[in-house]
């Protein structure tokens, strides 16, 4: 089709990305699981840690679907619509439970790169996928802005958990690990 023709190797591209990220942000949970829970770390991992599985799925799922040889873009609209409001609905629930888990206080760039962010990302792609019908090549770079700003807030949030764990969970658990043992 000629209006994704263009768009090849950038969803090669990201979409590569994004399937490598989510391998890597498998490896670090792994990591992460070995480590002692606090109360509350469930409810702070539905709220902060699934979040960036989805992004990066979305993304990978994104690319793959806009790489297909479609005979039309009206089937491409459809899923990227799907993925847009599906995305906005699931912002809403990341929100609240990120306001109700009690394991730790969220900051304004907590809301920044988990809630607000992904609420503009997917209502982009979500009002990308509507404006397809008229307006081709700019829904197009629409839903390639929607794409890449998934990807970096997932990379942002996948960063900023890492380093949470590496800076603040871990010399804390250390610290009372040897109070214990004196």
């Known amino acids: 089709m000629t209006a994704l023709a263009g768009w090849e190797n950038f969803y090669v ?3 590569s990305s994004a399937g490598a990220l989510i391998g890597l942000q498998f490896v670090v949970m792994a990591l992460v699981a070995k480590l002692p829970r606090a109360p509350g770390a469930a ?7 699934t979040r960036t599985i989805v992004h990066f799925g979305t993304v990978l799922l994104l690319s793959a679907a806009l790489s ?3 005979h039309s873009i009206g089937g491409s609209a459809v899923l990227g619509g799907l993925l847009g409001f ?3 609905a699931y912002t809403i629930v990341v929100a609240r439970r ?5 394991a730790y ?11 607000l962010l992904p609420f503009l990302a997917y209502t982009m ?15 197009l770079f629409g839903v390639g802005t929607a794409a890449l700003l998934l990807l970096f807030i997932g990379i942002h949030n996948a960063w900023d958990a890492a380093t949470y ?4 969970k871990t010399p804390v658990q250390q610290e009372t690990g040897r109070r214990s043992s004196e």
């Open 13 to 15: 591209i990201v979409g």
């Open 43 to 49: 409810q702070a991992g539905e709220a902060f840690a």
């Open 68 to 70: 297909a040889p479609w």
């Open 86 to 88: 599906g995305g906005v």
């Open 98 to 102: 990120m306001r109700v888990q009690t």
């Open 105 to 115: 206080q969220p900051e304004f760039e907590d809301w920044l790169c988990h809630a």
């Open 125 to 139: 792609l979500a009002i990308a996928a509507y404006g397809t019908r008229n307006h081709v090549r700019l829904a």
């Open 165 to 168: 764990h590496v800076f603040v």
